[in-house]
């Protein structure tokens, strides 16, 4: 059995304003993943299409949240791995 938190935070309000003035889908993804909103970031790359910047944002934002995650028992470590796997497989398409 897996269980995770997710904690909902309200954006701040700098951030929000960063966001207006982004020029591009994948600003915004890089503001929300520099702000460790991977939920958001994931949902603007995916939605920024499937051109080799956005690819290559999206496996930015996996290897960052691979780097992110603290080590501190066999789940996430498992979880660690999941991801590198899904990083390797996206780089092999």
């Known amino acids: 059995m897996a269980e995770a938190e997710i904690e909902v935070v309200e954006i701040p309000s700098d951030l929000e304003m960063e966001l207006d003035a982004a020029t591009d889908d994948l600003a915004r993804v890089r503001l929300y993943g520099e702000a460790g909103l991977w939920y958001d970031a994931f949902n603007e790359v995916?939605?920024?299409?499937?051109?080799?910047?956005?690819?290559?944002?999206?496996?930015?934002?996996?290897?960052?949240?691979?780097?992110?995650?603290?080590?501190?028992?066999?789940?996430?470590?498992?979880?660690?791995?999941?991801?590198?796997?899904?990083i390797e497989l996206e780089r092999s398409l």
Request: proline content about 0%; aromatic content about 0%.
């Open 46 to 86: 995916l939605a920024a299409g499937q051109d080799a910047a956005a690819r290559d944002t999206r496996l930015g934002l996996l290897d960052n949240l691979v780097n992110s995650e603290v080590v501190m028992e066999t789940s996430i470590q498992e979880h660690q791995v999941r991801l590198t796997e899904i």
